[in-house]
């Protein structure tokens, strides 16, 4: 597609519960990346996708998140077990190369009650 | 560590004025900087990108500059009208090497007043 999709749009879940997000990229980009906004203008790196396989993981964390890219599919980013401070935008994004812009998606607000 | 600031952090202004937006980065060994604009409750949208190669970038009314050295860019609006009410973030990638992690400034919340 022309733009980078995200959905859904909006996730509520109870604390301990499984979310996952899915991320669309551009057609013909081959880097996706994901972004945690949290509070007004927080952004936080998570993780980016070169292709399928993991370009930088440096922002993720260490427990209960995890991403993939899977060739044909949606890519995902997938938190186990919610925690209160889980709540946030997260953003995609993507590019043609790493050095080119970076288009982003709408947004996924997830809500963790 | 890539640390980036924004002055100031809110604006408000009546329309047709000119503006500066500043943004300053630590660790200038970058080889791009991106601006976004972000409305209430939505998504970025780029603005622009500009090279290190580059010391400006123009689209439209917008134009951005590029000063490695001194670690700062500034991104310039003309003749401000009410749409251009929003926030805009400053994001240059995070050094070593070229890897597109984007660091966010904590923006500017623009307005403009007819």
């Known amino acids: 597609g022309e733009e980078v999709a995200q959905t859904p749009k909006h996730l509520v879940r109870g604390e301990g519960q499984k979310a996952k997000l899915y991320c669309a990229p551009i057609k013909g980009h081959s880097y996706v990346f994901w972004y945690q906004q949290v509070l007004k203008n927080e952004f936080k790196f998570l993780i980016s996708f070169q292709n399928e396989n993991v370009f930088d993981e440096t922002g993720m964390p260490k427990e209960r998140f995890s991403a993939k890219c899977l060739p044909n599919s949606p890519c995902s980013l997938e938190i186990q077990a919610t925690k209160l401070e889980d709540s946030a935008v997260y953003f995609c994004?993507?590019?043609?190369?790493?050095?080119?812009?970076?288009?982003f998606g709408p947004g996924t607000r997830l809500t963790v009650l | 560590k890539q640390e980036v600031t924004q002055i100031p952090a809110a604006l408000s202004v009546p329309e047709g004025e000119n503006l500066v937006l500043n943004c300053s980065f630590t660790?200038?060994?970058?080889?791009?900087l991106q601006w976004f604009r972000q409305d209430p409750g939505k998504g970025l949208t780029s603005l622009l990108l500009i090279q290190s190669s580059q010391r400006e970038q123009t689209s439209g009314r917008l134009n951005a500059s590029l000063d490695k050295s001194s670690g700062r860019s500034t991104l310039y609006i003309a003749a401000s009208q009410p749409g251009d009410s929003a926030t805009y973030l400053c994001a240059p990638p995070a050094p070593p090497g070229n890897t597109g992690k984007l660091i966010f400034g904590q923006g500017t919340t623009l307005q403009v007043k007819p």
């Open positions: 994004a993507s590019s043609q190369r790493t050095s080119d812009e970076q288009f």
């Open positions: 660790d200038s060994a970058i080889y791009n």
